[in-house]
């Protein structure tokens, strides 16, 4: 099993971001914004966090665009590219002429907040200076595909067309390319090619890159600072210039805790053994289709500590859902996870009982029906696993598989079902709301003693 480590995965001190907003592309997401009147096109700096949810085979999930109603008229998008294996692109189009900037590089770990800079001056003398794209602090300097930027070029950025956050128009002037992703720290600035450490810094400690405070920079007339911190107006903007965005299909429940400064656990889509369906920021998986039971894997293993989620089943085959842990060894290559050696789960099913390597070890526990949330209550100091059923406890202190190392969430269903996960970021709503001895997640039912939400800050304590 690859164990993927989070390229902003280490606590660390100093600003603390408090909010990202998770966009879906089945729901068709995105936030939108007009200029009543344009300003400087030709020097602007954009600047957003974005931690990926799927990586697209059929269409590229745009980050950031400005376009009118229509590909002909123009436009700049900033997305993630399919074509070529998730680069990141920027692509540009007027008068009928193309240009891209494509880079070589890849980004495909979704487990990871990557912090994206693109900071323009087509003023420069130098083609190179005209537009700097940054990733997590560094500049870029190869591309696949990189077309001369005409001196003093006008952008539609700072334009009187819309400017949209996870869409971007077709030819025919409908959107697609909605992402799949969670956004955070969202700025633009305009009239200014910025610098890098205006919107970061690298840490001391860890060598990692982190956000700092950017509530402070001058943004111009038509620049934003979107930190997603009111739920009730998720297009806010903070900058002091009232350059709200308009909210399509989001909601408060679209509003997370998981951010660049504390990163937290989802599903791994790149790790796949049945036809899944990841959505809502990978919290929630669908199967379909005639595979046997496969499983989808957390993004955050542990070898220690005592760690809390909560799933929230749904399905027309309650008996489907099989849920529980599963080790760093175990062969994930093919389906049928409940009969693998490593992996320690309660099925829903006769009666319900723990599997432990493939084995049926007791039962009659009792079941869950549709709409009950189990939660999981792993304790890796002593090789323990207990169960609940909508806050009450119906495993207590199982002992799981001997062969363990380090230990990730399993999701494990059969055909048509569905299952919502909440490491501390529900896709659904809660009805009361509970946090850890920390204080960070949102759980449905009260997290038992001495038990932590799956993320970063938790993990620098108890990890």
């Not at 700049?76 to 294996?85: A, F, K, Q, S």
């Not at 990141?88 to 770990?109: A, I, P, Y």
């Not at 409908?174 to 890098?196: M, P, R």
């Not at 951010?259 to 990978?282: K, M, R, V």
Request: hydrophobic share 30%.
């Amino acid at each position: 099993m690859p164990l993927i480590i989070p390229s902003n995965s280490i606590s660390a001190g100093g600003f603390a971001v408090d909010n990202s907003l998770r966009f879906n592309t089945g729901s068709s997401d995105y936030l939108t914004r007009t200029p009543a009147s344009a300003t400087d096109r030709q020097k602007f700096t954009i600047s957003a966090w974005c931690k990926r949810g799927d990586l697209r085979t059929d269409d590229s999930t745009t980050i950031f665009s400005a376009g009118s109603t229509s590909v002909s008229d123009g436009y700049l998008v900033l997305n993630w590219d399919y074509i070529v294996g998730n680069a990141l692109v920027v692509q540009w189009r007027d008068g009928g002429s193309n240009g891209f900037k494509r880079t070589t590089q890849v980004f495909r770990d979704v487990s990871a907040w990557y912090h994206i800079v693109v900071a323009v001056d087509t003023t420069q003398a130098s083609n190179s200076n005209r537009m700097k794209i940054y990733v997590n602090g560094t500049q870029v300097t190869s591309f696949s595909t990189d077309t001369t930027i005409t001196q003093n070029r006008n952008f539609l950025v700072n334009s009187t067309v819309p400017q949209r956050f996870g869409a971007q128009v077709s030819g025919g002037g409908s959107l697609f390319g909605y992402i799949n992703a969670y956004l955070s720290e969202v700025c633009l600035i305009d009239g200014t090619q910025n610098a890098v450490t205006d919107f970061g810094e690298f840490d001391e400690d860890s060598g990692i890159w982190k956000p700092i405070d950017v509530s402070g920079l001058t943004f111009g007339t038509n620049g934003f600072y979107l930190p997603f911190e009111n739920s009730a107006a998720l297009g806010q903007d903070d900058s002091g210039n009232g350059n709200n965005f308009t909210v399509n299909n989001l909601t408060a429940i679209d509003q997370t805790t998981d951010t660049p400064t504390n990163n937290f656990c989802t599903l791994n889509p790149l790790i796949l053994t049945a036809s899944y369906t990841f959505s809502e920021g990978n919290c929630k998986l669908v199967t379909s289709g005639s595979d046997s039971t496969g499983g989808g894997i957390g993004t955050i293993g542990v070898s220690q500590g005592k760690w809390f989620w909560e799933l929230k089943l749904l399905s027309g085959n309650m008996g489907n859902h099989t849920h529980g842990i599963i080790s760093e060894f175990t062969n994930t290559n093919q389906s049928a996870l409940q009969n693998k050696v490593g992996v320690t789960q309660f099925r829903n099913d006769d009666g319900g009982e723990m599997v432990k390597d493939g084995t049926q070890t007791s039962a009659d526990y009792g079941t869950f029906s549709t709409g009950d949330i189990m939660g999981v209550a792993l304790n890796a100091d002593d090789n323990q696993i207990s169960i609940y059923k909508n806050g009450s406890v119906i495993v207590s202190n199982f002992t799981i598989s001997t062969t363990r190392g380090i230990l990730f969430p399993l999701i494990c269903m059969g055909i048509n079902c569905e299952t919502q996960c909440n490491f501390g970021n529900a896709p659904y709503a809660i009805s009361s709301g509970n946090t850890d001895g920390n204080g960070y997640g949102n759980f449905e039912y009260a997290v038992p003693s001495g038990y932590y939400a799956l993320n970063t800050k938790n993990l620098a304590e108890y990890g």
